[in-house]
């Protein structure tokens, strides 16, 4: 039996947060914190209040867009930069020494993620970096464990942004054009999977700072998702692509998955089936 453990996570009520908070609440203490879509920011001041010795934090809070880091950087850096730079000062402060996971993304790779060479494309991508770099320095400073987890193209019931969400809205009003060129390639995994991934993480002991791309099983290009989708509802229309890319979107963001295997990780949602049920949730609503 598994020791209940004190467990925070910052940006607890976004998409991911909200996932892995109740796949750990019925188990062990779990606190969770931040809700940027109050205007509320993670304060030092807010998290003092908890009063708890954390034995591990999840560091999940941050901007979670790309196209609205371009939009406004500013308040991409306060919400990922700003908030690890105080979580960092919340530990220094109470003198805590948690496990330490950070919730990063495959955009810090840009454009040159076959060679995984780390070249951020948009505000986004390089605030998630720098945030990396931030908390390695700080980790090895105090000693503490540090997991920075790159997820790729996470998707799911609840997410209410990015292509499938994209493509389901412009269907809904008969609009059959997209952006780019159709070929972009990307790496799907449900967030039921990267509950796995962090929940295998959470109690095992890695190397003291660890660093874990984290793509899923599925590649596909935008446009065979599309396609896919067009097959599920029936629609009779070709999608046209206006061959325009989203700025700050790479073409590819596909890796290897050898360190998921290190750590004897199994997709378990597959592509098709989690499509299936990312359609019949947004019919619901």
Not at 32 to 41: I, L, Q
Request: proline content about 3%; charged content about 30%; some cysteine.
């Amino acid at each position: 039996m598994k020791i209940k453990k004190k467990i925070l996570i910052l940006g607890g009520y976004g998409f991911l947060g909200s996932n892995l908070y109740r796949s750990l609440k019925d188990i062990h203490y779990v606190f969770r914190y931040g809700n940027f879509s109050k205007k509320k920011e993670i304060s030092l001041s807010g998290l003092k209040k908890i009063k708890k010795n954390f034995d591990i934090i999840i560091h999940s809070a941050g901007g979670s867009s790309v196209t609205q880091s371009i939009l406004d950087p500013k308040e991409d850096k306060k919400k990922t930069v700003g908030s690890t730079r105080t979580l960092m000062k919340f530990i220094k402060e109470t003198k805590i020494k948690p496990k330490l996971i950070f919730i990063s993304s495959a955009a810090v790779f840009g454009n040159s993620i076959k060679k995984k060479i780390k070249r951020p494309i948009s505000p986004y991508g390089k605030h998630k970096l720098k945030s990396e770099k931030l908390l390695i320095n700080f980790a090895k400073k105090n000693k503490l464990e540090l997991n920075i987890i790159r997820f790729f193209s996470l998707y799911g019931e609840g997410l209410k942004k990015q292509l499938l969400w994209d493509v389901l809205s412009k269907l809904k009003k008969n609009f059959f054009i997209f952006n780019g060129s159709g070929e972009e390639l990307r790496s799907w995994m449900h967030v039921n999977d990267a509950v796995k991934i962090v929940n295998l993480i959470l109690f095992n002991s890695l190397k003291k700072i660890s660093i874990i791309n984290a793509p899923g099983h599925n590649a596909f290009t935008n446009k065979d998702v599309i396609n896919k989708i067009y097959k599920y509802l029936h629609v009779k229309e070709k999608p046209i692509f206006n061959n325009i890319p989203r700025k700050g979107d790479p073409k590819i963001l596909v890796c290897d998955n050898k360190d998921l295997k290190m750590l004897d990780w199994k997709q378990s949602v597959d592509f098709s089936l989690g499509l299936k049920k990312y359609i019949a949730w947004f019919k619901k609503k």
